[in-house]
């Protein structure tokens, strides 16, 4: 019973058989006409003969054989249209990407040249990635003094989402070192078994600390065949930026420095792109355009499976179509 209150999948294998219920008002109508012919009127003078006239009492269920066959017919058609359920089963085949996105949680990463600020404005372009790449691996390193691994690359993307979230400014030592947020990056690939791996690397400023040379951590990244996507957050000039003075937090306006050529050269090696990202829609651009480079193919193979419904309207079919003709002959046949 399950199956044919399923409407979503329920289906017809012929449906054009459904046009056959427009005979049935047809076959009512005729019906109607030939009782009106059957029983002509007549005109008396007086009813005294016929007022001692009782009906046959199975003459008033007569209509029931009419019903039977309605229902049989209906039946019949709802059969030939041949009612059906489908279950449908899919495979994904997915090829996905191994990603690992760094980003600088610098003191400077507070500037408010991006609503609310620079920070956040990278916390929600990179959530929208997220959303983007169902099918990816994705991690995510955080730097600044100093590097820290925040989620080790998951398919787990509510996870990560949380982790993202939780970027803030002074988690870690304050700096800017940009070859160990890149080393910490590749080694979170290391080992990654996807199709190919990525590194979105995002900074606003020059690496001016860490144990970590960028040139060897870009070494690093080349042997391990690692991609890497550098973007450098900040408008051009200067921006205000919240500074801890004496008096309390102050802001101030401090010239945008950012290490551009080394953000060209660490792209440029591992067959990667610079971008530069100076507004909020700039950034957003700028992780579509990262979104588009980096395509994961994903196979779906679908399958149907049908059942058959018809039998039960079949068999009621024949029930209600041979009741009638067993009726009509044996307790209707006599009645006058």
């Given at each position: ?56 009492g199975k003459a008033q269920y007569r209509p029931i054989l009419f019903v039977l066959r309605i229902l049989g017919l209906v039946a019949l058609i709802i059969a030939l249209a041949r009612p059906q359920t ?99 990056c590749v080694d979170r690939l290391r080992n990654a078994k996807g199709k190919s791996k990525v590194i979105i690397l995002m900074t606003d400023g020059v690496n001016n600390t860490g144990l970590i040379d ?27 930026i919240p500074v801890q003075t004496p008096m309390g937090v102050q802001k101030q306006m401090m010239p945008v420095e950012i290490d551009e050529p080394l953000l060209r050269q660490i792209a440029g090696q ?67």
């Amino acid at each position: 019973m399950k199956a044919y209150l399923d409407l979503q999948h329920l289906s017809f294998a012929h449906p054009l058989y459904f046009l056959l219920l427009l005979l049935i008002p047809v076959i009512i109508w005729w019906q109607i006409e030939k009782k009106k012919r059957d029983n002509p009127a007549m005109r008396l003078t007086t009813i005294g003969g016929i007022a001692t006239f009782k009906t046959n009492g199975k003459a008033q269920y007569r209509p029931i054989l009419f019903v039977l066959r309605i229902l049989g017919l209906v039946a019949l058609i709802i059969a030939l249209a041949r009612p059906q359920t489908s279950n449908t089963q899919e495979n994904i085949d997915s090829n996905g990407i191994d990603i690992v996105l760094g980003i600088d949680v610098s003191g400077s990463m507070l500037a408010e040249d991006f609503k609310p600020n620079r920070t956040e404005a990278a916390k929600i372009e990179a959530l929208k990635f997220v959303d983007q790449r169902p099918s990816d691996r994705i991690g995510l390193v955080i730097f600044a003094g100093e590097s820290f691994t925040m989620c080790p690359i998951t398919i787990d993307h509510n996870v990560l989402k949380e982790q993202i979230s939780q970027i803030k400014t002074g988690m870690i030592v304050d700096g800017t070192s940009i070859g160990m947020g890149l080393a910490t990056c590749v080694d979170r690939l290391r080992n990654a078994k996807g199709k190919s791996k990525v590194i979105i690397l995002m900074t606003d400023g020059v690496n001016n600390t860490g144990l970590i040379d960028p040139n060897t951590a870009l070494e690093i990244a080349k042997a391990f065949k690692v991609r890497c996507y550098t973007i450098g957050i900040g408008t051009n000039g200067q921006a205000v930026i919240p500074v801890q003075t004496p008096m309390g937090v102050q802001k101030q306006m401090m010239p945008v420095e950012i290490d551009e050529p080394l953000l060209r050269q660490i792209a440029g090696q591992t067959g990667g792109k610079y971008f530069r990202a100076t507004n909020n829609k700039s950034l957003a651009n700028i992780y579509e355009d990262i979104d588009k480079l980096e395509k994961t193919s994903v196979e779906v193979s679908s399958y149907k499976r049908y059942a058959e419904l018809f039998f039960p309207f079949a068999i009621f079919a024949i029930i209600c179509l041979a009741a009638e003709m067993t009726l009509r002959y044996t307790v209707f046949k006599s009645i006058t």
